[in-house]
């Protein structure tokens, strides 16, 4: 086999990238032994779920007016398409979860699926987040904090390695973002 040949489909780049998500993961996962950063982890990813969200949509729909009832349409029909991306690539990607692979990740939250990539949860919580601060970003003091939460619980609870969280993240900002540019601001 012709050397150069070999060296171009050497994944040591992406070992390197393996190695270092495995560190990561590791300490942060590690936090999670104590129980009350276990606990506050496994709250904050179960309300990233979705019931954070629903509530969100809820209170502007009511309480937002014209606007608050548009940005809650937008977000719904936003995340939708959100799902339907994850889940294909989910399907396609199919990445073993952290705690799957390596034995020294310790799951510390049930998955809602079998594979880690991209990070459903921060994919939402971007996505919402970024739709609700562009109609209302008086609400920033309060979703930013959360959706930072939410995108480091899925490492903390070893259900996630960073990249799945740095993409989901890009994914629901790229989702959101189409979504403006669709339907521009009143």
């Not at 590791?26 to 990233?48: C, H, K, M, P, T």
């Not at 993409?167 to 959101?176: R, V």
Request: include cysteine; glycine fraction near 8%; aromatic fraction near 8%.
């Amino acid at each position: 086999m012709n050397k150069s040949l070999s060296h171009s489909h050497d994944p040591r780049g992406l070992t390197r990238l393996d190695a270092f998500e495995h560190r990561i993961c590791i300490a942060l996962n590690q936090s999670s032994r104590r129980r009350a950063v276990g606990l506050l982890f496994r709250v904050v990813s179960r309300l990233g779920d979705g019931v954070f969200w629903y509530a969100l949509m809820g209170a502007l729909a009511l309480i937002g007016g014209t606007e608050g009832r548009i940005a809650a349409l937008q977000m719904g029909l936003t995340s939708l398409a959100g799902v339907a991306l994850y889940k294909v690539l989910k399907a396609r990607l199919v990445r073993e979860r952290p705690f799957i692979t390596h034995s020294d990740i310790r799951c510390v939250a049930a998955p809602l699926d079998r594979y880690s990539f991209p990070s459903g949860h921060t994919l939402q919580a971007v996505l919402f987040t970024t739709l609700a601060l562009a109609w209302f970003p008086v609400l920033a003091p309060l979703l930013l904090p959360f959706t930072l939460l939410v995108a480091l619980s899925r490492m903390v609870l070893g259900l996630h390695y960073p990249t799945d969280v740095v993409c989901g993240a890009a994914i629901g900002w790229g989702l959101a973002k189409l979504s403006l540019s669709l339907l521009p601001l009143l």
